[in-house]
Structures are given as structure tokens and as C-alpha cells.
């Protein structure tokens, strides 16, 4: 009896293998699916600035009580760094429209904090069935692979065995990616929760918030440049004096020679 119960444990052992092998190579596909969604939210997000959040949502609050609801979504919409922030955006300006706005807004809140635990179910999924069908992976080849030791086919415990550890790779490798991906989507998802918040203070406050943030863009203008000193004129050459400056030359007047006195007359 006991050998019959042990024989059904090994065939379902043996029919579990290749599932495991392609449901390893799913989940590391659904991993690198995941790393490349990450990548593009992480380039939508580059220009993200609390200034420019808080321009905006000054902005909005201003078209709202305009009863301009179509352009303060537009403007919050220049601040969306995801689709869902952008949708959250749009129904807390439907809300701010209509009566009940701090109940609707409440429930949007809430809708937004779960629909963030559904996106980060995906990964958090993965990091622990990664490992889980490494572990399979490895145990499962094994038995086939004492058998064939047993039987001194080498061949059939190399292939075994090679099989067995690269499964345990490819396991622990989707739980280290995915494992990366939770801790990081989680810390971005809880700063649009964060952002979504402060949106939703400014559009139902007293506005006292909004009057506050300065949307204005003017530039002050440019200082004008230094002037540079003049430097005094140096001349490097003597003044020139003029005539009635020169000095005059007193010439003695011209005496006639004096003749000898032995010359005639």
C-alpha cells in the first residue's frame, strides 16, 4: 500500500517538472515586463517639482472658482505623472463641481490607495513565487537525476542537475527584480497618494492656500553693466613751449680787430 501511495507521489513529481519550468519562464517574463514599465514611469516622472505641483494646483483653484472645471483639469493634468493620477485628478475636479465634494473626494482617495495595493500586488506576487518555483525547480529534477547516479548514467544526472540549478537562478533572480521593483513603486505610489492629498486640500480650503502660491512667471531684468572707470590721459611727450616762453640769447655787439702799432697809417 504504502509503495502504491509513494509511486502516485513520484509521477506527480515528475508530471509537475516541465509545468514549473514554463511558469519559471512566465514569471521571469512578467518580471522583465514589469522592469520595463518601471523604466518608463521613472522617465515620466523625471520633471517632477513640488513648485510646479503647487503652480498648478493654484491655478486649478482659481479656474474652479471662475467655474472654469474644464481648463483647472487641463492645468492638473500638466502635473499627472501617471494615467491613474491623471484620472484621480479629473473626478476631484467633478467632485469640487458638484455638492458633497468632501465625501466624493474622500472616496476617490480611497479608490486611488487601493487601485496603488492592486498595482503593487503584481510584483509583491512575484517575489515570493519566484523563489517558490526555484525551490521546485531544484527538487523536482533531483530525483531523476539519484536515479541515473544510481544507475551510473552520468549523462542523465548532468542533465538533471543542470537543469535543477538553473531553475534555482532564474528563481531567485525574479525575486530579487521583483523584490527591487515593490520597494521602489511603493515609495513613488505613496508620493502621488501624497501629491493626490495636497491637490485636494487646495481645491475644498478656503483658498487662502491658493492665494498664497505667487503662479506668476516675470523675470526680473538683467543689472545693468559696471561702468568702467576712465583712466587719466598720460602724454609721453614734453609740452611744447611756446614763443614767448623760449629764453633770449643776448649776442655782445661787434668790435672792429685793433691795428698794430708798428703797421703804417
Do not use: C, H
Not at 466624493?104 to 509583491?124: C, M, N, P, V, Y
Amino acid at each position: 500500500m504504502s509503495d502504491t501511495i509513494y509511486d502516485i507521489i513520484f509521477r506527480v513529481a515528475e508530471v509537475l517538472e516541465l509545468p514549473v519550468v514554463i511558469l519559471t519562464l512566465l514569471a521571469l517574463a512578467a518580471a522583465l515586463v514589469e522592469v520595463g514599465a518601471f523604466i518608463a514611469e521613472m522617465v515620466k516622472r523625471r520633471g517632477r517639482t513640488f513648485a510646479s505641483l503647487a503652480k498648478a494646483g493654484a491655478s486649478a483653484r482659481r479656474a474652479v472658482d471662475e467655474k472654469r472645471f474644464d481648463e483647472a483639469s487641463a492645468l492638473l493634468q500638466t502635473v499627472a505623472w501617471s494615467a491613474p493620477v491623471g484620472k484621480a485628478f479629473r473626478v476631484l475636479v467633478d467632485a469640487v463641481s458638484k455638492p458633497g465634494a468632501d465625501t466624493r473626494i474622500a472616496k476617490e482617495l480611497a479608490d486611488f490607495d487601493f487601485g496603488r495595493q492592486a498595482r503593487l500586488s503584481r510584483t509583491r506576487l512575484l517575489v515570493r513565487l519566484g523563489p517558490a518555483l526555484g525551490l521546485m525547480g531544484t527538487l523536482i529534477p533531483l530525483a531523476p537525476a539519484l536515479d541515473g547516479l544510481a544507475r551510473g548514467d552520468v549523462d542523465a544526472l548532468t542533465e538533471n542537475l543542470r537543469l535543477a540549478f538553473s531553475i534555482t537562478v532564474l528563481g531567485i533572480l525574479i525575486g530579487v527584480i521583483a523584490l527591487a521593483l515593490s520597494l521602489f513603486r511603493e515609495r513613488r505610489y505613496g508620493q502621488d497618494f501624497s501629491d493626490l492629498e495636497y491637490v485636494a486640500a487646495i481645491l475644498t480650503d478656503d483658498g487662502s492656500a491658493a492665494a498664497s502660491i505667487n503662479t506668476s512667471s516675470t523675470t526680473p531684468a538683467p543689472p545693468a553693466p559696471p561702468v568702467a572707470p576712465t583712466a587719466p590721459s598720460t602724454s609721453t611727450t614734453d609740452p611744447v613751449p611756446s614763443p614767448s616762453s623760449a629764453p633770449t640769447t643776448t649776442l655782445p655787439p661787434l668790435v672792429p680787430p685793433a691795428k698794430d702799432a708798428g703797421s703804417p697809417s
